[in-house]
């Protein structure tokens, strides 16, 4: 990876975006892409669009997701802890003696989830931790000074963790899930510009809003744009770790290569043309299958409109909705190269019906 990419993707996975509040990651990234778009656009919840070819009629996403998980403050007790409620699918089980940031108008307050000693705890009676049982310590000492802190109920509250590099080889840290993908589609449009590429459709790079309470900034962009083809890029298990059963889950392993899809949703035509064009790229990449549905964006593209030829490509990685989410350098940069290899193959026009 070129160092300006990667001083990139270290700040924009630095920076907090909690679902409903990803302005400042979303104002980043954009600054990142705008040398290689033609225009761009900004939906009213901050959904962001750069555009290639904006006359074409024929139009292709590229899409991944920009918010991260994170908490609200829901109640402040007279004694100054604060207790929460879930702000997508924050997992209560690894808040316990974790750092965090709680955004206020007066700008962030330190603070940590605080935990009972070993010492004090009938430990043979221990229960995992929930929602109800995590809590806030800011160093308040009664609701009033909490409140003086500029902290009230709706307060966002995210991870303090930041990125870092383990082996020379895993990316890890908070929210790779899916600000990775941001960082993977703003590159395939660094490529095309600087590779000299021209497409003969509009290509639309969508960085999207709230997927994590149920897909819904890719809901109201999908009616916007009213694309042809959309390819979305999202995370998903590795699942060579302890505790994952490969029976139900796959047998996917980070640096083995991009995941591709099959599933309802999954348009089969171009779910095919993807994996033709790893074949002849010489790409490796791996195969999983979803039931109902991807649980991705994909869903919400595919099913817009009159139907959109939709198709996913997943980043392997460990530990997800945790602080230490882990990818496989090699896979980061293949998922980008099968995107881009993917886009150079289709037409325009492309009729990715199965019969007409």
Known sequence: MRQESFDFLQRYLNNASPTGFEKEGQKLWLDYLKPYID?????????????????AEYKVVIEAHADEISYFVNYITKEGYIYLRRNGGSDALVAPSKRV?????????????GWPAIH?????????????TIFL????SSQ????????HVGSVVTFEDEFMVMNEKFYVGRALD?????????????????NGKTLPFGLYIVNAVQEEIG????????????PNVAIITDVTHDTQSPMYEKKTAGDLHCGKGPVITYGPA???????????SAQEAEIPFQRAAATRATGTDTDAFAYSGSGVASALISLPLKYMHTTVETVHAEDVDNVTKLIYETLLRIEDGHDFRYFS
């Open 39 to 55: 225009e761009y656009f900004v939906d009213t919840y901050g959904t962001v669009v750069g555009v290639i070819n904006p006359q």
């Open 101 to 113: 940031n709680i955004h206020t108008d007066k700008g962030v307050v330190k603070a940590v989830f």
């Open 120 to 132: 004090v705890r009938k430990v043979e009676q221990d229960k995992a931790p929930t929602i109800e």
């Open 137 to 140: 310590d800011c160093g308040a």
């Open 144 to 151: 009033k000074e909490v409140e003086e802190m500029g902290i």
């Open 178 to 194: 899916n600000r990775v993908g941001g960082f993977m589609i703003a590159e395939v449009a660094r490529m095309l510009k600087e």
């Open 215 to 226: 897909l819904r900034g890719a809901e109201m962009v999908a009616h916007r744009i009213n």
């Open 266 to 276: 999954v348009q089969n035509n171009l779910r095919d043309l993807i994996i033709k």
